[in-house]
């Protein structure tokens, strides 16, 4: 019996092909290089993030989360914290520890403080609910989501409450999301491979088979909770030095509803439909918004009214759950025709009536 | 100290519904045990007491002398008791290969010694070449054959079959009582098969148990079982019938 090869060497061409999908935002970017473009495609980079971070919890496990917005929240504010001029955090901010008031660290120091920040909160909070499951499990998500936004609401000396803590250091080049979305994409590959990852997938298909194959489900549950709460914190980071100002409303039901659609609607079980579903949505959310501001057709403009936007993402929802439950990919992964590989994504679908 | 998973004066109610009462059973290393025993006598909540998906409330379960009551499922199979389910319950969208990498990485092997071990495991089961199918939908036999390899993974020290041969057709449950018989030979696990086909039992089985409404009504070897009036009456109704199931 001849080797198989390993699981790397029959799926590498997934992260390959997802990264020349984004290097091609880039490489418009760089070409385009006028401000609101760039300013478009970090926002798809950083949705990639987004919407990558709750694939690694939720496509795996098949757990829908909707409270992982709430970690994006607590990266957002950890970098906002760490970056923003003294001066400000002290007029505004005047609850935060001393060494936190009087220093400001590189945006990248952000990044890592909020990834590890996020995750931890996420360790915290898996740690008592990974025993739940399928819609307990997703009500209690929810409430964790709703915990941190009421805090982060009211904790006026530290977060300035439903103020705008404005200040932050905004990062105007698309490249340092590009290398982000890519570390996130890179990431997700390697758990989803992983021995957790598979089985944190068998789990999600059968858990009473995959606990009678040896699989602890809370603790590879909690292994993915981790690792997605904190590239939800990294996508609230980035989200944070993009606009230079954050609210806590900013990370709440509108935000949850966007980046949910978007898996769903790519596939919520294979990372090549987190990516794919993002640069869809994104890009009929952007020709809408174009739409919502007015075209000039013939000297005449035509202008769609406000919130068409949030409807038609609503709509292609419905239909993708009416006629692609699976979603666009249908739950496979992207693979370069002379990779193709059984058990990635979708393995191959029996022979008729081959019996042993 | 006795090499067997052992069921000890096993009692469980379910809202007062008595669905096992004092209930003892033996498993040996390298024999076949047998349960039988009509619909809702209790057999597969048997096994689920014996896995740890579900707790007496009453006796005790061994595992070579020692308490098993109260660990967890995936410990209970970290520990070496492995088993099937009647319905199959494989991982349908994971590939066959997978569905035994799972048993591999969850009893603490690299993905690569997993799929190794995999690979040797459907080779030795006879289904190498579903290594790459989709278990979701396979035919039934094959997934009967996927779950029981599944479960061999890693050689458990006792291998419970609840219904591997439901369904099967006379010539495919042959093929399986060879491969139960191999499996006794080469693997030399304790095996409990608990099965509807009494033909089967009483051809492969060492020692039988038989349950009926919650508790064993007979125990012995094959000859035995096939001859008390009792079990007759009570799990196979007329002699009539026992003749046409024996066969």
Known sequence: ?356 | MAQSLSASDVSVSFEGLRALSNVTLDVPRGKVTGLIGPNGAGKTTLVNVLTGFQKPTGGTVSLDGESIVGVPPYKVRQKGIARTFQSGRLFADLSVLDNLEVTGVGLGLSRHEAAKKADRMLEWIGIPHLAERAAGGLPYTDERRVAIGRALMLEPKYLLLDEPAAGMSAEEANDLAQLIRRIIAEVRCGLLLIEHNIGLVLTICDHIHVLDSGEVIEVGPPALIKASERVRHAYMGTQAETEGAVL
């Open chain 1, 1 to 356: 019996m001849a080797d198989r090869p390993s699981i790397l060497a029959r799926t590498w061409t997934t992260p390959v092909i997802l990264i020349v999908i984004l290097g091609v935002l880039q490489l418009a970017a760089l070409a385009v290089g006028s401000g609101p473009f760039n300013q478009t495609i970090i926002e798809i980079f950083i949705r990639v993030v987004l919407v990558v971070g709750l694939f690694v919890f939720i496509g795996n496990s098949g757990v829908i989360s909707f409270g992982h917005i709430g970690f994006t929240c607590l990266g957002a504010y950890m970098t906002a914290w760490l970056t923003m001029l003294p001066a400000i955090k002290k007029s505004k901010l005047k609850g935060l520890p001393d060494i936190i008031l009087d220093n400001k660290l590189a945006y990248g120091w952000g990044l890592l403080a909020a990834v590890i920040f996020a995750g931890l909160a996420a360790y915290a909070a898996g740690k008592v609910l990974m025993r739940l499951s399928g819609i307990a499990a997703s009500i209690a998500t929810f409430a964790v989501l709703a915990v941190i936004i009421q805090v982060y609401s009211n904790w006026d000396s530290v977060t300035g409450a439903q103020s705008s803590v404005v200040g932050i250091p905004i990062v105007r080049v698309v490249w340092p999301y590009f290398l982000c979305a890519i570390a996130v994409v890179l990431v997700a590959y390697a758990h989803q491979i992983s021995r957790s990852g598979l089985a944190l997938r068998a789990a999600r298909d059968e858990a009473t088979a995959a606990s009678a194959s040896g699989v602890n489900i809370p603790r590879e549950r909690l292994i993915a909770f981790t690792i997605s709460g904190g590239i939800m914190g990294l996508g609230g980071a980035l989200f944070a030095h993009s606009v230079g100002v954050v609210t806590p409303d900013t990370f709440y039901l509108g935000l949850t509803f966007i980046t949910l659609s978007m898996l769903v609607v790519g596939g919520m079980n294979s990372l090549s439909g987190a990516v794919l579903g993002v640069v869809i949505l994104s890009i009929i959310i952007q020709l809408l918004r174009w739409m919502e501001k007015g075209v000039d057709i013939g000297g005449a403009s035509f202008a769609l009214p406000l919130g068409v936007q949030e409807i038609a993402i609503g709509v292609v929802m419905i239909v993708i759950l009416m006629y692609r439950p699976s979603g666009l990919t249908k739950n496979r992964e992207l693979v370069w025709p002379s990779n193709k590989l059984s058990g990635w994504g979708k393995p191959k679908a029996p022979a008729d009536g081959k019996t042993v």
